[in-house]
DNA sequence: ATATTTTTATGATATAAATAATATTTAAAT
DNA sequence: ATTTAAATATTATTTATATCATAAAAATAT
């Protein structure tokens, strides 16, 4: 349904393609198989707040994000929802949709105007076939992963909202890096960040204000920078 | 007299050993190899309650299980936790452990006497590589594990407990079965209950007296019987 | 340039679920 | 067999966080 609309906009865009080597796939893949992904490949731009693919599709094929930002989310009701992920540039995107279960348990939207590597089922089960490196590597990034949502389901069980919080901060400041002006290198909404922690946009809010009060944190704009690293670690440990 | 030892020996072991044909690994693997796994796997008895590895071990292996019930959960302080996963007769274990952190992120205990097959790190390795299958398998597992995962991680965010601990009584019934009088074929204290619905004792306690009086479960002894799917089903639905 | 939608701001109120406190039953250990 | 520890039962109280309500500011579309 989406990838219909996409995919009719790829052929303009050619001059978007990614360079082969950066990405999760063209990394981990022998070298002799680059120009069979070269030749199945199909990139995708993407416009702020598109949606790449939903839950509930059809799992048709996998992606790599090659520019931009693109939040990987599970909705509840048609209000609320989690934001499990966001992935950024050689980032892989849709491996959810591997696995016994044909369906995508998640959504893809891009954060900001984005390019995508599309890569079919067929294709890349071929591919995991030719290279068992690729299969090894993709087995211990879903070890990865797995850990980290446990993690994150650990803190979502016991963890206060304002640890949490402070926790997604430190992630997303892990990931993406800080600009000059030493704030997070990305621009998040502050209900999106509400869904990362797991709460609202109101409380969100709340501490954000307090997390200023007490100089952990100064926003500017929407640029969120990380003043004291130090009190900002301390509240996502566990007490006694 | 090295007889007796040896026969009292060989008696206790194949009583406990594994067929080598019905856990994860032994299913998935060449059957070539089996004979590599049977000299290099260890038989574990663990008693109930007894840790197998614990949150921060050093990953030296992986296990499976050959009989028994193990829970696998993560601490927060030390009274709170979260139960991940049960696993159950023909189980990997462990392999939370595989992917690049070399220690165990989740602790794994016994729930009833087990018995346990432990494969040395590298000798899972070696297995991995001339078992492509197998390689291939266990990411589909992994990418299996994860969406599941993120369904509880969403639930925890967004369903209340009622609905989480109705989500936790129709997994168990899923997953283990019931017995002949209805009963899930699975004996689980209140806390582990709690710890795997992500709340506490006594909210378990109340809502499970709730759905006892709106004749949803019985609760007979230790036993808990399902008694209207169709009400239990609703009560994981209800959004916002 | 203006209308409309989305995001942000902020206090008041409601409530779900945790915590606390205590009693009792059951299981495990000496 | 008896002490000790662990699991269960139960109600009252507290609190953390969501919900509600409303307004202003930005951003996007017309």
Redesign the pocket.
Same mark, same amino acid.
């Given at each position: 349904m989406h990838n219909n609309q996409l995919l009719a906009h790829d052929m303009k865009n050619s001059k978007h393609n990614c360079d082969l080597k950066s990405c999760f796939l063209c990394t981990l893949c022998l070298k002799e198989w680059i120009p069979a992904i070269d030749a199945h490949r199909q990139t995708i731009p993407v416009k %702020?707040g598109e949606v790449i693919f939903e839950e509930g599709d059809a799992v048709k094929g996998i992606y790599f994000v090659y520019e931009g930002k693109v939040k990987v989310h599970k909705k509840w009701g048609n209000d %609320?929802g989690l934001i499990l992920r966001i992935a950024n540039k050689g980032a892989i995107l849709g491996h959810r949709g591997l696995g016994h279960n044909h369906f995508y348990p998640i959504s893809a939207t891009a954060l900001e105007p984005s390019s995508v590597c599309f890569i079919d089922l067929d294709f890349f089960q071929s591919t995991l076939k030719v290279n068992p490196q690729l299969t090894y590597e993709l087995m211990m990034f879903f070890a990865d992963e797995l850990q980290e949502s446990e993690n994150n389901m650990r803190n979502l069980a016991h963890m206060?909202?304002?640890g949490r919080i402070a926790q997604a901060l430190l992630a997303l400041h892990e990931k993406f890096g800080s600009t000059k002006d030493n704030g997070i290198d990305i621009i998040l909404?502050?209900?999106d960040l509400a869904s990362l922690a797991?709460?609202?946009?109101?409380?969100v809010?709340?501490f954000m204000?307090q997390l200023t009060e007490e100089k952990i944190i100064a926003v500017t704009n929407?640029n969120i920078a990380i003043t004291n690293m130090e009190k900002l670690v301390l509240l996502t440990k566990e007490k006694e």
């Amino acid at each position: 349904m989406h990838n219909n609309q996409l995919l009719a906009h790829d052929m303009k865009n050619s001059k978007h393609n990614c360079d082969l080597k950066s990405c999760f796939l063209c990394t981990l893949c022998l070298k002799e198989w680059i120009p069979a992904i070269d030749a199945h490949r199909q990139t995708i731009p993407v416009k %702020k707040g598109e949606v790449i693919f939903e839950e509930g599709d059809a799992v048709k094929g996998i992606y790599f994000v090659y520019e931009g930002k693109v939040k990987v989310h599970k909705k509840w009701g048609n209000d %609320k929802g989690l934001i499990l992920r966001i992935a950024n540039k050689g980032a892989i995107l849709g491996h959810r949709g591997l696995g016994h279960n044909h369906f995508y348990p998640i959504s893809a939207t891009a954060l900001e105007p984005s390019s995508v590597c599309f890569i079919d089922l067929d294709f890349f089960q071929s591919t995991l076939k030719v290279n068992p490196q690729l299969t090894y590597e993709l087995m211990m990034f879903f070890a990865d992963e797995l850990q980290e949502s446990e993690n994150n389901m650990r803190n979502l069980a016991h963890m206060p909202v304002k640890g949490r919080i402070a926790q997604a901060l430190l992630a997303l400041h892990e990931k993406f890096g800080s600009t000059k002006d030493n704030g997070i290198d990305i621009i998040l909404s502050r209900q999106d960040l509400a869904s990362l922690a797991g709460t609202t946009y109101e409380t969100v809010f709340r501490f954000m204000n307090q997390l200023t009060e007490e100089k952990i944190i100064a926003v500017t704009n929407k640029n969120i920078a990380i003043t004291n690293m130090e009190k900002l670690v301390l509240l996502t440990k566990e007490k006694e």
